[in-house]
């Protein structure tokens, strides 16, 4: 069992830049690939980016590539996201995920998300 607590969120204007967050319980964090999500007003769940279990190795959707960087701390238990040059398309909750399984298609735990908001 994976508790995960995301936080960073907030407010930016277009252009700005935000790192989310999220905490994960347990002793076994080093065994999941993890990942983020999000989710805008309307839309359905989208992937964003994903690490491998050791940090070695991500991947990105297109449409964040070459300005989010995803991150990952196993002696903290925690996975990050550094998004840069915002856009209000970016807007949405962001929910950070895991799973066993290295590509994450169907991640087994969810965090509770936390609201991202890119104004012009």
């Known amino acids: 069992q994976v508790q995960l607590v995301e936080s960073g969120g907030g407010l930016v204007q277009a252009g700005g830049s935000l790192r989310l967050s999220c905490a994960a319980s347990?002793?076994?964090?080093?065994?999941?690939?993890m990942g983020w999500f999000r989710q805008a007003p309307g839309k359905e769940r989208e992937f964003v980016a994903r690490?491998?279990?050791?940090?070695?190795?991500?991947d990105y959707a297109d449409s964040v590539k070459g300005r989010f960087t995803i991150s990952r701390d196993n002696a903290k238990n925690t996975v990050y996201l550094q998004m840069n040059s915002l856009k209000p398309e970016d807007t949405a909750v962001y929910y950070c995920?895991?799973?066993?399984?290295?590509?994450?298609?169907?991640?087994?735990?969810w965090g509770q998300g936390t609201q991202v908001t890119v104004t012009i």
């Open positions: 347990g002793r076994t964090f080093s065994s999941y690939t």
């Open positions: 995920a895991a799973d066993r399984n290295v590509f994450l298609t169907t991640p087994a735990y």
């Open positions: 690490t491998s279990r050791s940090g070695s190795s991500t």
